[in-house]
């Protein structure tokens, strides 16, 4: 997915503004494992997928349990590191080769000084990450395991092929044994 397309899905902006957005943007290649974020580390930058999957975990009782998943379109971002300068409780792991952008918070934030659009479509993407978050918080409170499977299912089957059952498991909330038996269910 290109950068503009990127951008854009989450707020339009004039052309003057996307280029000057788009000039503060590297292009940067990691491969499959590479830790994009390291829990306890301050990373102040955001990257943007441009091709490949990542997932964000967090260690509890000795495991690694998957909270976020994104791919191609979405943001990597510390919001401890970006908004306190503090270290992170996430990791961040590629789960396959992955071409990301980066963006400097020093200049991303020059950049929501210079420009109302830019600081607009800043606005907007903190937006709709704070509802994807809500959304999430949500339904596992309130929806049973198997319609979040089918929800899985129906919203991003893709990511059947392209993550291992266990991280899917714990980004569900729940064991692998549990995930097997609601997959046999509904083949």
């Known amino acids: 997915m290109d950068i503009k397309q990127i951008i854009t899905q989450r707020y339009a902006m004039p052309e003057s503004s996307l280029s000057r957005l788009k000039e503060c943007l590297s292009e940067v290649s990691y491969p499959k494992g590479y830790r994009v974020l390291e829990n306890g580390k301050i990373e102040k930058d955001i990257f943007f997928i441009k091709k490949g999957i990542v997932r964000a975990f967090t260690l509890m009782d000795g495991k690694d349990i998957t909270f976020w998943i994104g791919k191609e379109g979405a943001t990597i971002v510390s919001m401890k590191g970006y908004v306190n300068e503090e270290p992170g409780y996430e990791t961040m792991e ?61 919203n991003n089957p893709d990511l059947l092929q392209r993550l291992p059952l266990g991280s899917i498991a714990t980004y569900l909330g729940i064991t692998q044994t549990s995930l097997s038996r609601i997959r046999a269910k509904v083949k």
């Open 94 to 154: 590629l789960m396959e080769d992955s071409i990301l952008y980066v963006l400097s918070r020093k200049k991303l934030q020059d950049l929501f000084l210079q420009d109302l659009h830019i600081a607009n479509w800043g606005r907007r993407y903190a937006e709709m990450e704070l509802l994807a978050a809500e959304e999430r918080l949500i339904s596992m409170l309130s929806v049973i395991a198997s319609e979040r499977y089918s929800e899985l299912l129906k």
